[in-house]
């Protein structure tokens, strides 16, 4: 008999469903009183029950603080049609742009002058530079984009209920981390160029902490960037 779903279970899920995404700590003050510390099985529990409706609880990292976070996603829909109900279709087509230039950029992020000259060549309809900048508000504000200092990255909400999308779309450019085996944007390149293995930057932190000098886990040959956080 598959598993049934607790009060625990069904206060989490609720949240899931009016918070676009939960980091690990919020998650587990809802297993803290069923099951201690197992919320993976917590996770797959509920995930049983939503998966005949395409519906699936999925984990990934922030690129930019190394959390875990949770979003519910509708598996039937994971690409940029799903934001038709908030977006009209240049400010999709915008969108779309914006994480063609995201994917096939070295650092994982485009400036935001990169991204208003792309609004100029949409083929639907052109949007105005004060209009492209109004879309990109509210794309940081739905947290499809995370800004900082005038460059755009993906957000981690982005990156969870998208990545079926972004797999099948950009197949041949993406990168994967070396270490934790995910889709990497914003990630460090080994240096020498018969490896060029990709790491995050969170999982930089973590693989080279505390050691002196720092070398590549695969090739071995020195790993020459500043280790964020050390
Ligand atoms: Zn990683
Ligand atoms: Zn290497």
């Not at 409706?53 to 603080?65: L, P």
């Not at 984009?145 to 969870?160: H, Q, Y």
């Not at 390149?189 to 000098?213: L, M, Q, W």
Request: charged share 25%; proline share 5%.
């Amino acid at each position: 008999m598959p598993p049934h779903l607790g009060d625990s279970h069904r206060r989490f899920l609720q949240s899931m469903m009016s918070n676009s995404v939960m980091d690990e700590q919020q998650a587990r003050l809802y297993t803290s009183q069923c099951v201690p510390d197992k919320l993976d099985d917590f996770i797959e529990t509920i995930n049983s029950k939503l998966q005949p409706m395409f519906m699936q609880i999925r984990k990934g990292m922030s690129e930019d603080n190394g959390q875990q976070y949770y979003a519910l996603v509708n598996m039937a829909e994971t690409d940029v049609t799903r934001m038709s109900s908030d977006y009209a279709d240049n400010e999709l087509e915008l969108f779309r742009k914006t994480m063609d230039l995201i994917v096939s950029s070295e650092n994982g992020k485009v400036s935001s002058t990169d991204v208003l000259n792309v609004a100029d060549t949409l083929t639907i309809k052109k949007l105005k530079k004060s209009e492209a900048e109004q879309v990109l508000n509210r794309l940081v504000q739905d947290k499809w984009l995370n800004e900082k200092r005038g460059e755009f990255s993906l957000s981690i909400k982005c990156i969870i209920e998208m990545e079926p999308y972004i797999r099948r779309m950009y197949e041949d450019q993406l990168k994967m981390c070396h270490i934790c085996h995910n889709v990497a944007f914003q990630c460090q390149i080994c240096d020498s160029p018969t490896c060029g293995i990709k790491i995050h930057n969170p999982c930089v932190a973590r693989y080279f902490k505390g050691r002196v000098e720092p070398r590549c886990p695969a090739c071995d040959e020195f790993w020459p960037y500043e280790i964020p956080g050390n």
